[in-house]
């Protein structure tokens, strides 16, 4: 194996200058704004060979004297895996067996942990857990979103890729993982049991009193488009009043999947996305191909935050462009109300091909970037929501204890119970019981639901522009209007206007 890559490298060393020829140190390459394409491709193809030339000699000199047997397969494949990060932010090799686990983890189900992570730089030294998934081994074990991950198996996490951490967190069915966290500056140990990771896509509610349907969507899976318009039936069907689409720690998926979302609000034949190389060349464009599902005015209220990416955030764009070009344009009949809230989103708008090469390894690289239907790239900007709510996360175990000892008179000491007033005696087999019990996951997720900040914001909105709707149409009757009177009348996160009163 060693000396199949020498040969390689000696070979490539043949098209240039022996490495063994003393010759004088050449000045490298630097482009002049004033030359043309093809002197610039000409001096680039210069610069490579040199580049490549050093290269060969460092491999050869290694064979030839370094005093350890160097495994030059894992030598040049780590020289590689630490080069392509320096490309781009996205772009990584893949050696054999990572290139493995990245196919195995596209199929659907797969042995993990079942977290969403944030991407890392190998500098880095710990990894961000986006979110865990409802009922899966992180859950269970006690990890939460926030986390962050600084060590796996005992191995520090510096130095290593998002990719290669990724494949130890992954393992067989029913085997053991151990991970340290740090959780409010406190350092943590997990014990977790791998298992199947059967991704829930998407979790649908119904706010009975308000008549709101709410979605939450994981990430862009194949059968995300037939849930939704399943729901925008079902709400068409039953006069809701509105629906909010929760695309918050959503980091994309299935492009096709956002392409056909979109197609379940606008009309057949509209552009939603398309991509343009190095060159700002059109490379290709996806357009609707279906006729919308949505036939009323039902308000869409989309919630989106800083880990919302990629074909989460080409939806929304998509969909806020629409709105406002079917709103400024008074001969469309159809009237489209989608309004995004939230925070700003992450801003990935670069496309990644997953290139196999030699070896059984492959290559992510970056080769284009995202346009919105108006040509406007999201890359490092993401896409602004019309209402900016804060997430607002309450520490219930804290106010809980608080509120217990100090907060009101049944937390004073022999105090008068309120079964004492009705002349019963003090239950307190029952009372210990109950603090015993435990929610289950479902429990904890649809109480995280009706207590989330964000959400209750988007069924008061909706709830407001239906009674707009019932006592002046008008006021608003398209996007645009009804943007400044949910503006007018809805205080959210943004500055407000303040006026001292003499």
């Not at 706010?207 to 939450?216: G, H």
């Not at 689409?245 to 956002?258: F, K, M, T, Y």
Request: hydrophobic share 35%; glycine share 4%.
């Amino acid at each position: 194996m060693k000396s199949k890559f020498v040969v390689l490298f000696i070979t490539a060393s043949m098209i240039i200058p022996s490495i063994h020829a003393k010759e004088p140190t050449k000045k490298l390459a630097f482009f002049d704004s004033t030359q043309s394409a093809k002197e610039k491709d000409e001096e680039r193809k210069k610069e490579i060979f040199q580049w490549f030339r050093t290269l060969s000699e460092v491999t050869h000199l290694i064979e030839k004297k370094h005093f350890r047997d160097v495994d030059f397969s894992d030598f040049i494949q780590n020289a590689l895996q630490s080069a392509l990060p320096k490309t781009d932010a996205h772009s990584s090799f893949f050696p054999q067996k990572l290139y493995k686990s990245t196919l195995e983890s596209t199929s659907g189900e797969f042995s993990g942990i079942g977290v969403s992570i944030m991407n890392k730089a190998p500098e880095d030294e710990s990894l961000i857990v986006i979110d865990v998934i409802s009922n899966g081994p992180s859950d269970k074990a006690g990890l939460k979103s926030g986390d962050k991950i600084v060590e796996v198996e005992g191995e520090a996490l510096k130095g290593m890729s998002s990719d290669e951490i990724i494949t130890k967190l992954k393992g067989k069915t029913g085997t053991k993982l151990s991970i340290k966290v740090i959780r409010k500056k406190k350092p943590l140990e997990f014990k977790i049991t791998r298992d199947i990771i059967k991704d829930e896509s998407a979790l649908c509610y119904h706010f009975k009193n308000q008549n709101v349907s709410y979605l939450s969507l994981k990430i862009f899976a194949d059968n995300a488009a037939q849930q939704l318009g399943k729901l925008i039936l079902k709400a068409q069907k039953h006069k809701g009043k509105g629906i909010v689409l929760d695309l918050r720690r959503n980091p994309g998926g299935v492009l096709e999947s956002a392409v056909e979302m979109a197609s379940l609000f606008v009309d057949k034949g509209s552009l939603i996305v398309s991509t343009k190389d190095n060159k700002q060349k059109v490379v290709s464009k996806y357009y609707t191909h279906r006729n919308p599902v949505l036939d009323s005015d039902l308000p869409i209220f989309i919630l989106i935050d800083n880990f919302t990416a990629s074909a989460a955030e080409i939806l929304s764009g998509a969909l806020k462009h629409y709105s406002d070009k079917i709103s400024n344009d008074a001969r469309n009949k159809r009237n489209l109300m989608v309004f995004l809230v939230g925070t700003e989103t992450f801003g990935k708008g670069s496309v990644q091909e997953v290139i196999p090469i030699s070896n059984g390894c492959a290559l992510k690289i970056t080769t284009m970037l995202y346009y919105l239907p108006d040509d406007t790239s999201i890359q490092a900007k993401g896409i602004s929501p019309d209402f900016v709510i804060n997430p607002k996360t309450i520490p219930s175990e804290e106010i809980k204890w608080v509120t217990e000892l100090y907060g009101k008179e049944s937390s004073l000491k022999n105090h008068i119970s309120v079964n004492e007033v009705q002349g019963k005696p003090e239950d307190k087999e029952k009372k210990k019981e109950e603090e015993k019990e435990e929610l289950s996951w479902e429990e904890r997720h649809q109480k995280a639901i009706s207590h989330d900040v964000q959400i209750q914001a988007c069924v008061n909105m909706i709830n407001l522009l239906d009674i707009a709707k019932k006592s002046n149409p008008k006021m608003v009757e398209n996007r645009q209007k009804a943007l400044v009177f949910l503006k007018n009348n809805y205080l959210t996160d943004e500055d407000a206007e303040l006026e001292k009163i003499k």
